[in-house]
């Protein structure tokens, strides 16, 4: 069965930090296009980060613009896990993220997407940010 397991959310205070895992189950991950995604209460989802297969020739880790040099990207291919280090958390990260086989969205400010043929996506995880 083909699986997106996040795990690590929960209540920080702004300015902590938080680290998500995205571990995927039936699959190689590393084949694939990982997407971290949040939605608020109220919001529309959007594209947080986006990393692709190490070994591909279409390289690319990338943020959207509100989470550049706070939030960074990595794979563990050894054990099939995606995870996103969250620093300097403030009030508007509070949200439920969700990890996918995919990326959607605008990164660096440029709207794009990677989609290799799979379509799944994790259950999400509740980041709750205090103030």
């Known amino acids: 069965e083909v699986q997106l397991v996040e795990s690590g959310g929960g209540l920080v205070q702004a300015g902590g930090s938080l680290r998500l895992s995205c571990t995927a189950s039936?699959?190689?991950?590393?084949?694939?296009?990982i997407g971290w995604f949040r939605q608020a209460p109220g919001k529309e989802r959007e594209g947080v980060s986006c990393?692709?297969?190490?070994?591909?020739?279409?390289?690319?880790?990338d943020y959207a613009d509100s989470v550049k040099g706070r939030f960074t990207v990595s794979r563990d291919d050894a054990k099939n896990t995606v995870y996103l280090q969250m620093n300097n958390l403030q009030t508007e990260d509070t949200a439920v993220y969700s990890c996918?086989?995919?990326?959607?969205?605008?990164?660096?400010?440029?709207?794009?997407?990677?989609?290799?043929?799979?379509?799944?996506w994790g259950k999400g995880t509740l980041v709750t940010v205090s103030s």
């Open positions: 039936g699959f190689n991950a590393d084949d694939y296009p």
């Open positions: 990393i692709t297969s190490s070994d591909g020739t279409d390289g690319i880790i």
């Open positions: 996918a086989s995919l990326c959607s969205g605008y990164y660096s400010g440029r709207y794009y997407n990677r989609y290799y043929g799979m379509d799944y």
